[in-house]
């Protein structure tokens, strides 16, 4: 007989939740058949068979916390037919419960032990002997102690006033970013600043260019490798954006690894573009393409969101004009991109023109980042992102 156990499931984690067993006691397993699959802080993984025979045991349910290490379960030889007890014992156990149920909670000539003092008082006024059962007012004068307490008449009567609700256990990975953007905001000092960038040059050239792109590199010319290129270059030359507080020490990153913030179906995840710098715009594309793909099909590994030292979010592909981003700690710099909205612009003196306008907002940890560092490091994304030629022959 095998073990079933909770193998590694990545740096920093020591527990999961099981999501779902995809087998029960008695089905027949082959080896590398998928059993159950857990959540974790970060993924969901799925757990297979180490060798093929029978599930004989599961020992956690749907929705149990298990410890890397712990079995949770048993997998015996095909012939063993182990698993066959297990049904019966649980009814065994389950059986005496319908007739203690049933059973009277006390003889019914000693009902008159729970009358009331008024109840015996007037017993004695009317020369009722409640000692005895078959007295003929007796069961009417020990009616009102063997009745349903009001308490539980009470919600009747308010029933009417209560409004339908839904309660729903919050999932691990959702607990996880509840705790973890509130750290956040307890442990960094967190400003926003504000600018706005306006994409009629990038428009421009992605018309021009997106055909012969997409014909050379199989994928499309979209906002995020402007956006990547140009957080790189200005996290070159504002480095303190590109670091950490590790105690009384700055930790200053000498590599760029973006993280690119996805909305999947249990929650935000911020998979990481590695080296970000050597990578070429198509090569830029493609990453958060495939990042994204398995953000949405759940199938994100560890090594795809763990460290990134600078991340961006994409308000804008829901809708939003504009927000402030919460910090992905360690990190001490988020950019939030947005909407694009058509708005008038001053173009000098005399002149307006209705350009496609967008509102960038840079979060930052104050305690290592000051404010002029910040507003300089947005104005220089900006600058950039307003002359992609520029990115694009930089590389």
């Not at 009331?116 to 004695?124: L, N, T, V, Y």
């Not at 307490?149 to 409004?163: F, R």
């Not at 490798?225 to 270059?233: E, L, M």
């Given at each position: 007989m095998a073990e079933i156990i909770v193998p590694e499931l990545g740096e920093s984690i020591s527990e999961g939740t099981i999501t779902k067993w995809f087998v029960k006691e008695g089905d027949s397993v082959n080896q590398g058949d998928v059993l159950l699959e857990l959540e974790t802080d970060k993924v969901n993984i799925e757990i297979s068979a180490d060798n093929s025979g029978v599930v004989s045991r599961i020992a956690k349910q749907d929705g149990d916390v298990v410890l890397v290490g712990e079995a949770i379960g048993s997998i015996g030889e095909a012939a063993g037919g182990a698993s066959a007890p297990a049904?019966?014992?649980a009814k065994a156990t389950a059986a005496p419960a319908a007739p203690a149920a049933a059973a009277p909670s006390a003889p019914v000539s000693e009902g008159v032990i729970n009358a009331?003092?008024?109840?015996?008082?007037?017993?004695?006024e009317q020369g009722i002997d409640l000692t005895q059962p078959q007295a003929g007012q007796a069961p009417a004068v020990a009616t009102p102690v063997s009745s349903a307490?009001?308490?539980?008449?009470?919600?009747?009567?308010?029933?009417?006033?209560?409004?339908p609700t839904e309660r729903k256990r919050m999932s691990r990975r959702r607990v996880t970013i509840a705790n973890r953007l509130v750290e956040a905001q307890r442990t960094a000092a967190m400003l926003t600043t504000f600018n706005e960038v306006d994409m009629t040059a990038i428009l421009d050239l992605r018309k021009r260019r997106k055909q012969a792109f997409f014909e050379k590199n199989d994928v499309n010319?979209?906002?995020?490798?402007?956006?990547?290129?140009?957080?790189?270059?200005?996290?070159?030359?504002?480095?303190?954006?590109?670091a950490e507080i590790d105690g009384e020490e700055i930790v200053t990153k000498k590599f760029y690894d973006i993280g690119i913030a996805v909305s999947a179906k249990e929650g935000l995840v911020v998979p990481v573009v590695r080296d970000a710098d050597r990578m070429s715009f198509a090569e830029i594309e493609k990453s958060i393409v495939d990042l994204a793909g398995k953000a949405r099909s759940n199938t994100l590994s560890i090594a795809d969101l763990q460290g990134g030292s600078f991340t961006i979010t994409n308000g804008g592909v829901f809708g939003s004009l504009l927000s402030t981003p919460i910090l992905n700690a360690p990190q001490v710099g988020i950019l939030g991109m947005h909407k694009i909205q058509i708005r008038p612009v001053a173009i000098d003196d005399v002149r307006m023109e209705n350009r496609p306008m967008m509102y960038l907002a840079l979060s930052y940890d104050h305690r290592i980042v000051d404010g002029s560092e910040a507003v300089r490091f947005l104005v220089t994304v900006k600058t950039l992102l307003e002359d992609p030629e520029s990115l694009l022959l930089e590389g």
């Open positions: 049904a019966p014992a009331s003092p008024a109840a015996r008082k007037r017993a004695r307490p009001l308490s539980q008449a009470a919600p009747a009567a308010v029933s009417k006033d209560v409004k010319l979209g906002f995020m490798s402007f956006f990547t290129k140009a957080v790189v270059g200005a996290l070159k030359a504002f480095p303190l954006l590109n």
